[in-house]
């Protein structure tokens, strides 16, 4: 069965690094997204992603983050400057019709020390 | 008033009874319903889609949609331990693409 693939798993970093979440989502899918979930709450929706544009975004998804397809199979959520409230874990998903439910990666958990 | 709500948890079953999962959701306009599984630790699973009101059958799970009273459920016939999960219930406006969670209600079932 197809797979979203995030890479890594887990990433440490000091906050006010700059960090990269890599996504390679199903080869057919048309439509990418990123989520978060903070440890013990609900999945937040981040960004959405079509036709090599962001299609929609979230009040969380603010000028530190950004998002790139910077070629036909990768999908990557850039965080420029960490802060500690961006410890969470980080999920993309694809789709292939806008009405249907998603396929999760496997997450990358993020820890901002 | 949350977006998506969910009958809050934990709720606990023997095996082999029936769990019921609720969930509310606040825009009219949404038209498209989703059921989740989340393993601890783990990325949401998706295992129920509707779309239309009335019942839906897949296996052990039943999802039921009502538009009118803005209400989706879930129901596991026969629940096994390997159910034992939080499930989440998320709810798409229109085509906009995005799915808005509720905060999902994790289910026990005890052996």
């Known amino acids: 069965e197809p797979e979203v693939t995030q890479t890594p798993s887990h990433q440490v970093t000091q906050m006010g690094q700059e960090v990269i979440l890599r996504c390679v989502p199903i080869?057919?899918?048309?439509?990418f997204y990123w989520y978060r979930q903070i440890l013990g709450q609900k999945v937040e929706f981040l960004v959405s992603?079509?036709?090599?544009?962001?299609?929609?975004k979230s009040e969380i998804f603010d000028d530190q983050f950004s998002v790139e397809r910077p070629d036909g199979s990768n999908f990557t959520l850039k965080i420029r400057s960490t802060k500690l409230e961006d410890s969470a874990m980080y999920f993309c998903?694809?789709?292939?019709?806008?009405?249907?439910?998603?396929?999760f990666g496997s997450g990358t958990r993020l820890t901002v020390v | 008033q949350k977006e998506v709500e969910q009958n809050s948890g934990p709720l606990s079953v023997p095996e082999g009874a029936i769990a019921s999962l609720n969930c509310t959701y606040s825009?009219?306009?949404?038209?498209?319903f989703f059921w989740y599984r989340q393993y601890s630790g783990k990325s949401p699973e998706l295992i129920m889609s509707?779309?239309?009101?009335g019942d839906k059958e897949d296996g052990r799970f039943t999802a039921q949609l009502n538009k009118a009273s803005q209400y989706v459920s879930l129901l596991i016939r026969d629940s096994q331990p390997s159910d034992s999960a939080t499930y989440l219930c998320?709810?798409?406006?229109?085509?906009?693409?995005?799915?808005?969670f509720g905060d999902g209600t994790t289910l026990t079932v005890k052996p």
């Open positions: 992603f079509y036709n090599n544009e962001i299609s929609e």
């Open positions: 080869s057919n899918h048309l439509y």
């Open positions: 998320a709810v798409k406006i229109n085509d906009a693409g995005k799915s808005t």
């Open positions: 998903a694809s789709i292939s019709q806008v009405n249907y439910g998603y396929t």
């Open positions: 509707i779309y239309s009101n």
């Open positions: 825009d009219r306009g949404s038209q498209s």
